[in-house]
């Protein structure tokens, strides 16, 4: 069986290789099977947010693609868990959408935005590799959907009032399966072994076996890109480690707690078990007694007294 060619990570390619027009085409077949429909990209640059954190550039990768339409798709690609990522994805869609509002235009220039973040770690709790978000407006009385008006329709070009507020789409790179049951499975399987299967057909995928082909890189193309792998490496080895000491200091910090409640109860059955012998000497004292009174009773009644 042949054996398939290990091909560039997706996210060194979203920093280094997509950007360039020529291989606009590789972007335009994976956005057009995730959002099913065509997608044609006018411009690709870097999102704003990607600049306010230098020191994570190794982690993750941010880029705004604007398409024909004038649709802003956001794409984040992120390796190292962040437990307010979501909120991340609401500021990031909100972001693009002011950026973009020039002041005193009217709110018919607010531009549709895709938030797509492709997750390599477990954000929230789901077992699904792929979640499609967005709003709807459902009525409180009739369970009805808000509809667009005629002339919404014609003006917006969609149905329904929550078609223009941002979507949101998180592929969860490490629940996926491996079983490619669809093309954009067979883009997650890409994602997650950069690795392109020959019977592969999504769209897209053939232009991404020729870009991304390693071999096609220049030396300093390659030695940057193994750098960028090493660099990821040790970074992800460093969120293991500190998860790894966390627990083991975790541990023994419930050791410790451990043998003081031990302790502390070793205490108390002891308190117990001499508060209990307590009661047992004073109840064999009272029977003592009694039998001694009963003794005494018994006797006056023999001398008739």
Not at 3 to 27: G, H, M, P, T
Not at 89 to 99: C, D, F, N, P, V
Not at 134 to 157: C, I, P, V, Y
Not at 175 to 190: C, G, M, P, Q, S
């Amino acid at each position: 069986m042949k054996r398939e060619r290990v091909l560039i990570s997706f996210d060194y390619a979203l920093k280094r290789l997509l950007r360039n027009k020529a291989n606009y085409e590789v972007l335009e077949g994976f956005l057009s099977e995730l959002l099913s429909k065509n997608v044609s990209v006018r411009n690709i640059g870097e999102s704003e947010s990607n600049r306010e954190d230098p020191d994570d550039r190794h982690n993750r990768v941010d880029i705004l693609v604007e398409d024909e339409s004038g649709e802003i798709l956001l794409i984040e690609l992120q390796f190292r868990h962040q437990i307010d990522f979501l909120q991340r994805m609401l500021y990031g869609a909100s972001k693009a959408i002011t950026e973009r509002m020039v002041q005193g235009k009217k709110y018919m220039q607010v531009r549709k935005v895709y938030s797509i973040n492709i997750v390599y770690f477990d954000l929230g709790q789901g077992d699904d590799y792929v979640y499609h978000g967005k709003t709807h407006f459902m009525g409180l009385h009739r369970n009805d959907e808000l509809q667009l008006s005629g002339a919404q329709r014609e003006a917006f070009e969609k149905e329904t009032a929550g078609d223009v507020y941002p979507e949101y789409y998180i592929l969860k790179i490490n629940n996926f399966d491996d079983l490619a049951k669809d093309r954009l499975d067979e883009w997650v399987y890409f994602f997650k072994y950069n690795v392109i299967r020959d019977e592969f057909k999504a769209k897209g995928l053939d232009k991404a076996r020729e870009v991304l082909n390693r071999d096609n890189l220049t030396p300093e193309e390659q030695k940057d890109y193994d750098y960028a792998l090493r660099i990821r490496s040790d970074n992800l080895s460093y969120v293991a480690s500190a998860k790894d000491e966390g627990r083991i200091e975790g541990r023994e910090e419930g050791r410790e707690e451990g043998r003081e409640e031990r302790e502390k109860l070793a205490e108390e059955l002891k308190r117990e078990r001499e508060e209990l012998e307590k009661e047992r000497e004073e109840r064999e004292k009272l029977a003592e007694k009694y039998a001694n009174l009963l003794a005494e009773i018994t006797k006056l009644k023999q001398n008739g007294e």
